[in-house]
T-cell receptor, first 113, second 116 residues
């Protein structure tokens, strides 16, 4: 089975721009979660989508949004980029089994100049 | 609020030494899950183990072992006979689980360097 894939792997943007990141989950997984990793704050949960609905949300401003499509692929969008948004954005997918867990993709490294 | 503390920021050992990574957690939930992930320099988080709060049995998988003690809210990870390939950042995480949703709260990570 193919793992979680994320595109693009690297992005450079300037302040004020917006960006869209994409995540394709493991086949059969319907839950997709997004995390932000920075040196200062560590790994923080952004949100989770399940069957095209946001099921859980972290403490991030409204500039961070996401969506999920019927094929379970997910996108996250950050509008009006700030320097502090520079981070590794990780996506994880999870199956529905009681013992299943989150499997992470390779991440998208976003640099805001 | 949930919290995970990994007090060791960095550990450096010589190959074949045993090393234990500490993890202490806080939660008011009675049902929760604990995890360990490994992050090599490539950046991807690699899943190592998931344990639920009702299962305090220790686990061994090859050179890896985990010690879960509810009484001290700890979930420590030991690598036996470490190898250079074990060099990575290791994260302990905690999640409550409701309605199938699983939001991971991570510790700050422990950077392990295994020297030849």
């Amino acid at each position: 089975k193919a793992g979680v894939t994320q595109t693009p792997r690297y992005l450079i943007k300037t302040r004020g721009q917006q960006v869209t990141l994409s995540c394709s989950p493991i086949s059969g997984h319907r839950s997709v979660s997004w995390y932000q990793q920075t040196p200062g704050q560590g790994l923080q949960f952004l949100f989770e989508y399940f069957s095209e609905t946001q099921r859980n949300k972290g403490n991030f401003p409204g500039r961070f949004s996401g969506r999920q499509f019927s094929n379970s692929r997910s996108e996250m969008n950050v509008s009006t980029l700030e320097l502090g948004d520079s981070a590794l954005y990780l996506c994880a997918s999870k199956g529905q089994g009681g013992t299943d867990t989150q499997y992470f993709g390779p991440g998208t490294r976003l640099t805001v100049l | 609020a949930q919290k995970v503390t990994q007090a060791q920021t960095e550990i450096s050992v010589v190959e074949k030494e045993d090393v234990t990574l500490d993890c202490v957690y806080e939660t008011r939930d009675t049902t929760y899950y604990l995890f360990w992930y490994k992050q090599p320099p490539s950046g991807e988080l690699v899943f190592l183990i998931r344990r639920n709060s009702f299962d305090e049995q220790n686990e061994i998988s090859g050179r890896y072992s985990w010690n879960f003690q509810k009484s001290t809210s700890s979930f420590n990870f030991t690598i036996t006979a470490s190898q250079v390939v074990d060099s990575a950042v290791y994260f302990c995480a905690l999640s409550e689980a409701w309605g199938g949703s699983e939001k991971l709260v991570f510790g700050k990570g422990t950077k392990l360097t295994v020297n030849p």
